[in-house]
């Protein structure tokens, strides 16, 4: 593709719709890998130790 040609619309509905897809595809998969980390280290009981184990050592 030559850049010095001057883009038409449709060139950049492309750019923005391949922009936006690629977003929401980045965003997916940071939450797909967010969900499997936070299942293999245990979820919510490990917040709540974590928690527990602050408010003791804070007190």
Do not use: H, Q
Not at 11 to 21: F, L
Request: glycine share 10%; with cysteine.
């Amino acid at each position: 593709m030559n850049e010095l040609l001057p883009k038409t619309r449709a060139d950049v509905v492309r750019d923005v719709i391949g922009a936006i897809v690629a977003g929401l595809v980045s965003v997916a998969i940071l939450c797909v890998t967010g969900v499997r980390i936070w299942r293999a280290f245990g979820g919510w009981p490990l917040v709540y130790a974590v928690i527990i184990r602050s408010s003791w050592g804070s007190a």
